[in-house]
T-cell receptor, first 114, second 113 residues
């Protein structure tokens, strides 16, 4: 199974952009890149996902390397409410009946400093 | 607009008790998941169901079983609760397909005494 690697923790100042990296060097051509985040005392929530092209939504942007072996989640202006654990995971376009669809690693703990 | 509902937010049970954790989703999703989350260990998959009455073991199924009699409901069963099953339990559901998002419940914090 393709795995992802993320830094254990990162810090950012409030109202500054944050770039959260993820390496997935064994990604296959049918894998989507998903990002979730988990706020304290809550279940994870979806942030964004993409396949090949960069993606934007109201929460964040996702920049995907041309070779797809890495990606970066971008929070354009971090707020204190963005302090959370951010997870980068891969889900396959095929074998959608498999449990491997939603396997989480340890994620990156983002601390936002006021 | 709650989409994934877990029956209890907090639960305290005694060692040896049979424990049922219930999860209901209202989005007609095929796939449902049960995880446990412990400090320093992240989310670990216990069981997964991809259809009614269909299940697949995750990474840590020992000591647990599941039931999916209806599409919207996925139950996690601790046949004989033990103190090492004290944890946060999270349920998720997701439509089949690689580009669909998963929805999580708020979690059940289970304490076994």
């Amino acid at each position: 199974d393709a795995k992802t690697t993320q830094p254990n923790s990162m810090e950012s100042n409030e109202e500054e952009p944050v770039h959260l990296p993820c390496n997935h060097s064994t990604i296959s051509g049918t894998d989507y890149i998903h990002w979730y985040r988990q706020l304290p005392s809550q279940g994870p929530e979806y942030v964004i996902h993409g396949l090949t092209s960069n993606v934007n939504n109201r929460m964040a942007s996702l920049a995907i390397a041309e070779d797809r072996k890495s990606s970066t989640l971008i929070l354009h202006r971090a707020t204190l409410r963005d302090a959370a654990v951010y997870y980068c995971i891969l889900t396959s376009k095929i074998s959608s009946g498999s449990a491997r669809q939603l396997t989480f690693g340890s994620g990156t703990q983002l601390t936002v400093l006021p | 607009d709650v989409k994934v509902t877990q029956s209890s937010r907090y639960l305290v049970k005694r060692t040896g008790e049979k424990v049922f954790l219930e999860c209901v989703q209202d989005m007609d999703h095929e796939n449902m998941f049960w995880y446990r989350q412990d400090p320093g260990l992240g989310l670990r998959l216990i069981y997964f169901s991809y259809d009614v009455k269909m299940k697949e073991k995750g990474d840590i199924p020992e000591g647990y079983s599941v039931s999916r009699e209806k599409k919207e409901r996925f139950s996690l069963i601790l046949e004989s609760a033990s103190t090492n099953q004290t944890s946060m339990y999270l349920c998720a559901s997701r439509q089949r397909g690689g580009n669909t998002e998963a929805f999580f419940g708020q979690g059940t914090r289970l304490t076994v005494v």
